[in-house]
């Protein structure tokens, strides 16, 4: 008989608890092909939710920012530069990444993001009529379910219009 193996709680997932901020831990699955991890879901969406990326970039007014919008949606450059109150934003290099928000490629999180440096956060328009989104607890292959409103409060992001269909 195997022991089941309890996964640890990231620290995402302590912040909302401290914070009072309820969701529901989601764990996405990955195969193990030789050498490779490849995972079993590329979808965006989950169980009907949408799932969320956490985009970090920089201003050139505000410094680094943080964009949240639906994993199958692109980010405007102009629209989220005009709403974060710069003239221009732009990526954040991935060799950058680590050092400006203390999370590898996979695992930003508005949440640890937040807690860590306090930039500012905008979440796409999407989200505020969703009931629900999916977001990276901070680790690769764990995230939360959680209702947008209380997570926008708990990092307090702003909502506007900043995701399109197609890159500009």
Known sequence: MSKKKKIQKTLVEKILDKEKVDYVPMTFQTEADGDTQELVTDKSTQDGY?????????????????????????????????????????????????KTSGFEHGANSPVGIHSLHNYPIFFDNEADRSEKIIVSAGKVGQSVLIEPHALAKAVNATFGDFAVDNPE
Do not use: E
Not at 56 to 63: D, I, R, S, Y
Not at 87 to 96: A, E, Q, S, T
């Open 50 to 98: 949408k799932i969320y990326k956490t985009l970090v970039l920089t201003g050139n007014k505000t410094g680094p920012l943080v964009g949240m919008l639906p994993l199958d949606k692109h980010l405007s450059y102009k629209m989220l530069a005009k709403l974060s109150g710069n003239k221009k934003v732009g990526m954040v290099p991935l060799k950058d990444l680590i």
